[in-house]
């Protein structure tokens, strides 16, 4: 069976291997969740307890339909082997296989609206005396054909505050008793956002 699950990223550290060499390392919190609603090929698993009173109607009306509590974070994705799984049931991280490495999807971190060199890694213009193009972007089209930007064109903007796919990502530890995930590498986003694994 895939494992997706949601958790929260606690922070980063490092570990130490057999040689001695320092190996940077990531703690995340998962789980644990709850299957929230089966249909045909797709699962829904939801994550931390909320009171029904902070949710819409049509939310409480969903989880009453499932006789099942509230929670203030739900999550769909596909799966091909659902027929031992069961409304209500808990999803933890000891169903991983620690030999296998998972895929993380999480929101990057906002940096707010940023110049053509930050957002795109552009070179400056020259510093020298006269030059009136330290930081300006320059040219950005022809001007009579076709007399317009085309969509798409590396220029100042929003940047980060993006949902960002990690693959392939070695687990270094599981902690059964905390729900704690230590993962080889970084993960997109800040402490506290929240993030989900997947693992084929």
Known sequence: MSIGMLGKKIGMTQMFDQKGCAIPATL???????????KNTKIQIGYEYIQPNKLNRPIIGHFKEQKIPCFKH??????????????GEIINISQLNKNESINISAVSI?????GYQKRHHFHRGPMSHGSKNHREPGSIGAGTTPGRVFPGKKMAGRMGNKQVSIKNISILKIDLQNNILIIKGSVPGKKGNVIYIHQK
Request: aromatic content about 6%.
């Open 28 to 38: 995340l919190q998962i789980g644990p969740c709850t299957i929230t609603q089966i």
């Open 74 to 87: 739900l999550k769909e994705y596909k799966s091909n082997n659902l027929k031992n799984l069961n409304i």
């Open 110 to 114: 906002g940096k707010g609206f940023s």
